[in-house]
């Protein structure tokens, strides 16, 4: 079973990780958190989420990953945290980034399984949401996208000990809003589990369309097959490649070999983005004849990914996303015997920036993990 450490004591942790040294150096606002600063707040949230008789009742591995989110949730409080002009403390946008280092923490620092990576990566994401969930513009698609990602009711039990863990004049309507988000959940078919969209062209259909019933089933099937790749540089994405997508059956779209033939080198922002255009006008001339094709970059962040599906999805292609990882130490090894070798810096940024794709981006995800 996996566990992030075998010693709880907080001198320990502040003594082994640098993140949680910082925590007792990050102030809150005396409003909503009376009780100090990040450190002790964090501390009385681990106290919280364990004296909950819902976290005794999880499995061991689930008790294990909530602790571990609990003790991140704010571990970005450090580089968002600010005073306004009124004196007022704010960390805007500490979940978000948070879930990148967190995500780096546990690849890099402390050895963990892919898929227990992630939860905790996402619990950290939107450990707030269940607090303002029925103050979106669209509640009902907010917690549909969310459920894809991570267990509400793991989320919302996160969500309570984060309450319980503070001294705040709101603490018990903030209560009372995380037990609307679980009814809310549980009414709309989001609790502990996805909302159960027929097939992937139905879920595709209503994540990318607006003003969509979550039940609709689209009654045309996606015309063309496509494949991006996504996965830090070094981690195999090109042996996926030839192992299983083979020419002349699939077009073979390689930024890489792009360059290569531009002769523009990847550390060239300026060329990077003919190389990028170049990669697209093909891609369009595959999307037009209907011929199945495979986009072969890093593709780590979601936004990368996000330009390129869109442009399949005008051409109704059905779209899988395979991410290929190795371990942290393998994908450095690898990243040494390339051509073009990608310098240490620029890979700890990338790791660091790196969003895993998952079923919110396309019909198909293939997670290839070693």
Request: charged share 25%; aromatic share 8%; proline share 5%.
């Amino acid at each position: 079973m996996w566990t992030i450490t075998n010693n709880r004591s907080w001198s320990y942790l502040e003594q082994q990780y640098d993140w949680v040294r910082d925590m007792q150096h990050v102030p809150q606002d005396p409003i909503h958190h009376g009780e100090g600063n990040v450190a002790i707040h964090t501390q009385m949230v681990l106290d919280a989420l364990q004296q909950q008789p819902a976290y005794s009742s999880l499995s061991a591995q689930d008790q294990e990953i909530l602790w571990a989110a609990a003790l991140l949730h704010d571990v970005e409080k450090r580089s968002t945290t600010i005073t306004e002009a009124d004196g007022r403390i704010t960390s805007a946008g500490h979940a978000r980034k948070g879930e990148g280092t967190v995500r780096h923490i546990l690849y890099s620092e402390i050895q963990t399984p892919f898929h227990i990576r992630e939860q905790v990566a996402k619990l950290v994401k939107y450990h707030s949401l269940p607090l303002w969930l029925l103050e979106r513009q669209d509640p009902l698609r907010t917690i549909i996208h969310a459920s894809i990602q991570v267990n509400t009711a793991h989320l919302a039990l996160l969500a309570r000990a984060d309450m319980i863990g503070r001294i705040a004049p709101d603490k018990e309507e903030m209560l009372y809003r995380i037990d609307c988000f679980e009814e809310y959940c549980k009414e709309h078919q989001c609790w502990g589990t996805t909302w159960p969209f027929e097939n992937a062209d139905a879920r595709m259909h209503f994540l990318t369309k607006e003003d969509v019933a979550p039940g609709y089933v689209p009654y045309h099937p996606p015309s063309v097959k496509v494949v991006i790749m996504s996965g830090l540089p070094g981690a195999g994405k090109d042996t996926y490649v030839k192992k299983h997508f083979k020419q002349p059956e699939w077009e073979i779209i390689s930024l890489d070999d792009i360059r290569v033939q531009m002769k523009i080198s990847p550390t060239d922002k300026s060329g990077n983005g003919t190389v990028v255009q170049a990669a697209k006008e093909q891609a369009r001339v595959c999307l037009r004849s209907k011929r199945p094709f495979v986009w072969n970059a890093t593709n780590t962040t979601q936004q990368m990914r996000e330009q390129l599906i869109a442009l399949c999805l005008q051409y109704d292609a059905h779209v899988t996303v395979v991410y290929v990882e190795v371990p942290f130490r393998e994908l450095f090894r690898q990243n040494g015997g390339r051509e073009a070798i990608v310098p240490v810096p620029v890979m700890h940024k990338l790791i660091g920036k790196l969003e895993v794709p998952d079923l919110t981006e396309a019909h198909e995800v293939v997670y290839q993990i070693r």
